[in-house]
């Protein structure tokens, strides 16, 4: 069996469906990157250490919708629902139960998972329209029913003053946000491991073929439902772990986590960078917050025109997104590079 | 008793509203079964365009209503060749995409235009008068969405059962493909049908100015409000849409009455319990 | 001895339109049976019924002594009922082992692994090797679907349904689309399926089921006609007058 240039060209950007994650043999070498671009960015900005923390967040959110959506093929318009609930969860509990930072992501995760089980449950049962209809509806009546829960959410007013004790006890939060970066660097690259381990299991490939086709998989006898809850609960630990860390980071949580702005926001960064393949997701939010970062400061309209025009183009020239352009760029200059070397 | 008529009559003019603006969603959306986020684009502008005409050009309410009607309807004719034809029969999450990048450049541009704020929209001075009607005083507008409502589901019966045009539409809802073969032209009534659905949201927008406020983030405010009534009615669906929307603002406005709390947690829920009942809608059939 | 599989009063309507009327017929261990009959006969549709694609109005069918008419179809693939799809359906993304390795990780029931690699599944890659032997298509496992001939990628089908383990095999046109110079290929892939399986393949071309069926079932407007061998199906004149015009 012989592995072609353009092999390892997909498995150097960690993409291709099947992830197999290693570059000339090095193990954890798409973590290993990524740490470093993390690294690379706190050297450089080392005064925009709160926008980069919020980078980080974001990525692990809009990770996670492409569990759901790019692995998964679910279209979604709710998932900012639990990102909102492990937030909420982890600020409550770092507020009544202890502020101890590492416990708060599980709280989160597992509120997060707990809420895609019981909505996923009844939501995947539907396709469609109908499903992006509830998954909208869910989440709203998410977010009244958070809102009205004031003793513990703070309603209208969100969640303030959350606490982060030091990490293991030692590692305390600095004021300039230094270890908060890290810290969120470390849980981003740890669950992105976690997550590339997922997609490049048999789960993760039985979950491939349901979205490619599910008539297909149904009659190879995969079950489309089982799979598919079990992926959108995937999705929702990971989301709540995101929220979680965003509430121990910015120390605030507000009801506009749970809104369909951030859904929709989250569903722009995924499709910018590209679906289904965990870096698209990267890519995306890095692009899609930093011209955010620039853009909305000059005028809050001038923004949403840009990213509108920016989705408008992307659906209609770039349909598999910019990453994907960019690879099948990458794809053919090597190919090229081969063959002149083949007639050499 | 006061209290369930004024629930009713309320309920009333609002499920009207929400008909007017939905019914065309409806009706494309069966058609050429795009998920068309950006709907609520076009409401916003028959509101917005009505003012920048009439107090541009002096005009009285009604016309500028109806010139801002009309206009929304030939606005709709480009998008529909240039940038809605090219994503017909794609996947849902590119419709989506496409029709939530048109929403934001539509805030985009009327943000710019007109500003962040809300706009009035001046009425005729008929229908600032009020109706007494023993127990409660009815204003005059109220009572003309309620007409106005009730003639545009007559309209439509009519249009869809009476005319040539009309019936096209019904066959190309049905089966594009056999349409076709029977020489109905299906880009063409998609294309009117598509002007007819924008022009019918722009009238709403104007009617429904009072209770569903003109801003500029206004497609995305009641976005999912006017989703929600297309799914549950079932799409293409004119009566469906009828029935949702009468359904379901009459139990958003009872809630806001009796319970207020949780006025929009009974609208979402009773979406959820419709759908999950009858997942294409009251009235819509398996696509 | 139960036969492999029993199907029993099977009917389908859609509103008032009746596409399978009262279809009745067995299969037993190792049958090689062909069903025939004009376009829109409703053979496709008898398959969907039988693999679980369909609900039934009427009927019952029965996979061994086990009754499966309600039971959905990914259960009565593990059960051991199996069908390829007239057009061919595969993951073109993906390359031909991982098609196969789909397949093979929905019989072994590990489809719920999480965190286990693809290559560290015990076996997994000896049964691909196996079964791509059994279609002669060892050579191009690594190759992804969509660079493979059509000929090539109905041998997946074949292989994929292969990988299932069946007890019972339904076969929607094997060779539609399959060119003349390839078809030889599939010929050999079906001749080479165990002896054990009950095979059902839906079939336009007379060569293959006068070659391959050792029964024929002639399906004409959602009822059988004819459930014969062979020579007494050839020699039916009923038969013969649907076939006017088409090669015989």
Redesign the interface.
């Known amino acids: 069996?012989?592995t072609s240039h353009n092999d390892s060209t997909v498995s150097l950007l960690g993409a291709g469906?099947?992830a197999r994650g290693r570059i000339g043999g090095v193990p954890f070498a798409p973590e290993i990157c990524l740490a470093a671009i993390g690294l690379s960015a706190m050297w450089f900005m080392p005064g925009d250490l709160s926008f980069l923390t919020r980078i980080v967040t974001s990525a692990l959110f809009v990770l996670s919708l492409d569990l759901v959506?790019g692995y998964a093929g679910i279209?979604t318009?709710g998932h900012a629902a639990l990102f909102g609930v492990g937030a909420y969860a982890a600020g409550a509990y770092a507020i009544h139960v202890t502020a101890e930072p590492l416990s708060g992501l599980l709280v989160g995760g597992l509120c997060g998972g707990l809420v895609a089980l019981a909505t996923g449950a009844?939501l995947l049962?539907?396709?469609?329209?109908?499903c992006?209809?509830?998954t909208?509806?869910?989440a709203?009546?998410l977010l009244?029913?958070l809102n009205?829960w004031r003793s513990v959410t703070g309603g209208d007013d969100g969640l303030s003053g959350i606490i982060v004790e030091p990490i293991f006890g030692v590692i305390e939060f600095d004021f300039f946000g230094r270890v908060g970066f890290l810290y969120s660097l470390a849980v981003l690259v740890l669950c992105f491991w976690l997550m590339r381990?997922?997609v490049?299991?048999?789960?993760g490939?039985?979950c491939?073929?349901i979205r490619?086709?599910r008539?297909?998989?149904?009659?190879?006898?995969?079950?489309?439902y089982k799979?598919s809850l079990?992926m959108y609960v995937a999705g929702g630990l990971f989301a709540g772990i995101a929220g979680a860390l965003m509430a121990q980071t910015t120390q605030v949580v507000g009801l506009g986590s749970l809104g369909?702005?951030w859904s929709?926001e989250a569903?722009?960064m995924l499709?910018l960078g590209g679906m289904g393949h965990l870096w698209g997701a990267i890519f995306g939010t890095i692009l899609f917050m930093v011209v955010h970062h620039f853009a909305s400061a000059i005028?809050?309209?001038?923004?949403?025109?840009v990213?509108?025009?920016?989705?408008?183009a992307?659906?209609?020239l770039f349909?598999d997104g910019l990453v994907q352009a960019i690879r099948k760029q990458a794809v053919r200059w090597a190919a090229r590079r081969s063959n002149r070397r083949r007639h050499d | 008793m006061e209290l369930l008529l004024s629930i009713l009559i309320d309920g009333l003019a609002y499920g009207m509203i929400l008909f007017i603006i939905s019914v065309g969603l409806s009706i494309t959306m069966g058609l050429m079964r795009v998920v068309n986020l950006a709907h609520g684009v076009f409401a916003m502008l028959g509101g917005f365009l009505m003012v920048a005409v009439g107090s541009r050009f002096g005009l009285r309410p009604e016309m500028a209503a109806m010139l801002a009607v009309i206009a929304v309807g030939a606005l709709a004719l480009p998008l529909e060749k240039l940038i809605f034809r090219r994503v017909y029969g794609r996947s849902e999450l590119q419709q989506v995409l496409l029709t939530i990048g048109l929403v934001f450049i539509g805030i985009a541009a009327v943000g710019t235009v007109f500003g962040n704020s809300l706009l009035a929209i001046p009425l005729p001075e008929y229908l600032k008068r009020s109706v007494d009607i023993g127990f409660r005083v009815i204003p005059m507008h109220r009572l003309a969405v309620v007409t106005a409502g009730l003639a545009v589901l007559v309209g439509l019966w009519f249009l869809f059962t009476k005319t040539r045009f009309g019936i096209n539409i019904r066959a190309s809802v049905d089966k594009a493909a056999a349409a076709e073969a029977l020489g109905i032209d299906t880009s063409k009534v998609y294309r009117l049908g598509f002007m007819l659905g924008a022009a019918l949201a722009a009238l709403g927008g104007i009617l429904g100015a009072e209770l569903l406020p003109l801003e500029p983030y206004y497609p995305l405010k009641y976005l999912v409000l006017v989703l929600a009534i297309v799914a549950v009615g079932g799409m293409g669906s004119v009566f469906g849409s009828f029935m949702a929307a009468l359904v379901l603002g009459t139990v958003e406005t009872a809630a806001k009455y009796l319970m207020p709390e949780i006025a929009s947690i009974m609208f979402y829920l009773t979406m959820l319990v419709v759908l999950s009942w009858r997942p294409h809608g009251l009235f819509g059939r398996q696509l | 001895m139960t036969d492999a599989l029993r199907v029993q009063n099977l009917t389908r309507n859609f509103g008032a339109l009746r596409v399978t009327r009262d279809v009745g017929f067995s299969l037993e261990a190792g049958a090689r049976v062909a069903l025939i009959g004009p376009n829109g006969a409703g053979k496709t549709t008898l398959v969907n019924l039988i693999s679980g694609t369909l609900a039934p109005s009427e009927g019952r069918i029965f996979l061994g002594p086990v009754e499966v008419t309600h039971t959905p179809q990914a259960d009565r693939v593990h059960a051991g009922l199996v069908r390829t799809f007239q057009v061919t359906r595969l993951f073109t993304q993906l390359s031909v082992e991982d098609n196969i390795r789909l397949a093979i990780i929905q019989r072994n029931k590990q489809s719920f692994r999480l965190f286990s690699r693809l290559t560290q599944l015990p076996g997994v890659d000896a049964e691909i090797h196996r079964v791509l032997s059994l279609v002669k298509l060892n050579d191009v496992g690594a190759r992804r679907i969509k660079e493979l001939a059509y000929g090539e990628q109905r041998l997946v089908e074949i292989a994929l349904a292969l990988a299932l383990r069946p007890q019972v095999l339904l076969l929607d046109e094997p060779a539609a689309g399959v060119p003349q110079s390839e078809s030889n290929v599939v010929m050999e892939a079906i001749a080479a399926l165990p002896d054990d399986i009950a095979i059902m393949f839906i079939e336009h071309d007379m060569d293959l089921v006068f070659r391959f069926a050792k029964r024929i079932l002639v399906l004409v407007s959602g009822e059988l006609l004819m459930d014969d061998s062979p020579e007494i199906v050839a020699a039916d004149p009923r038969v013969h007058r649907l076939y006017l015009g088409e090669a015989a």
């Open positions: 069996m012989t469906h099947v959506l279209v318009l009844v049962r539907t396709h469609g329209l109908t992006l209809m509830m909208i509806a869910i709203q009546i009244e029913v009205k381990r997922l490049s299991s048999p789960f490939l039985t491939i073929g490619e086709d008539r297909r998989m149904t009659a190879l006898g995969a079950s489309v799979h079990a369909f702005t929709a569903l722009v499709v005028d809050p309209f001038k923004w949403m025109f990213i509108g025009a920016l989705l408008v992307v659906v209609l349909p």
